[in-house]
């Protein structure tokens, strides 16, 4: 079975500072990667994902992903942080024989003004 | 397109009474998803429709909780007797179901209960 661990349950960062979320995931086949982002009292959204193509992975509102096999991680980064993007970021991971999700803990983001 | 849209958005009830979600999917989309999410915890699978079939609820609570997708378009859940650790926001989902979008599940608002 597939799982996925997100390192920090909260992050805190400054407007315009990097933001940096860790995902680190395990299966025995190849895996679909995925985040998503949860803003108050709504459902999750699609940031984006990883289907075996290309390796570096941009997604909505400036974030990107990276999935480095060697390291079994798939963390999110965006350049500079704005206060918009105060919300909670799930990784989820499935695989093609029934692509069913399964879904990290979530981190917290807050920007600070 | 319009989104999966979910009912109630918020329920509040007393342990050992009954609530029922509805939740009706993005039109076409033949999968749908009832997933429970704990206060600080991650979305968990409770069942998985494939269009009116159940495809996998083996992490579904049958003693209480109950599900169907009768003419395999809009959905109920059930509770029947909730207990307090059933409070939780149940978010539905739905997707094609094809692997050319790599199932791609797209969410509800989700409905929040507060059992007390």
């Known amino acids: 079975a597939q799982s996925v661990t997100q390192l920090g349950s909260h992050v805190s960062v400054s407007e315009g500072a990097l933001v940096l979320l860790r995902c680190n995931y395990s299966?025995?086949?190849?895996?679909?990667l995925f985040w998503y982002v949860q803003y108050p009292n709504q459902g999750l959204q699609l940031l984006l994902k990883?289907?075996?193509?290309?390796?570096l992975v941009k997604g909505i509102n400036g974030f990107e992903a990276e999935f480095k096999k060697s390291e079994t991680s798939f963390h999110l980064t965006k350049p500079s942080a704005h206060m918009s993007d105060a919300a909670e970021y799930f990784c989820a991971v499935s695989v093609s024989n029934d692509y069913k999700l399964s879904f990290g803990a979530g981190t917290t983001v807050t920007v600070r003004a | 397109e319009a989104g999966v849209a979910q009912s109630p958005r918020y329920k509040i009830i007393e342990k050992r009474q009954s609530v029922a979600f509805w939740c009706n999917p993005i039109?076409?989309?033949?999968?749908l998803y009832w997933y429970q999410q704990i206060l600080g915890q991650g979305p968990k699978l409770l069942i998985q429709f494939q269009n009116n079939g159940v495809v996998d609820d083996s992490q579904l609570p049958k003693d209480r909780f109950s599900a169907e997708r009768l003419k395999g378009v809009d959905s109920t859940l059930k509770i029947q007797p909730a207990k307090l650790e059933d409070s939780a926001v149940y978010l539905c989902a739905s997707s094609d179901g094809g692997e050319s979008s790599y199932n791609e599940q797209f969410f509800g608002p989700g409905t929040r209960l507060t059992v007390l």
């Open positions: 990883y289907t075996s193509a290309a390796t």
């Open positions: 299966s025995s086949v190849p895996p679909y």
């Open positions: 039109s076409g989309h033949a999968t």
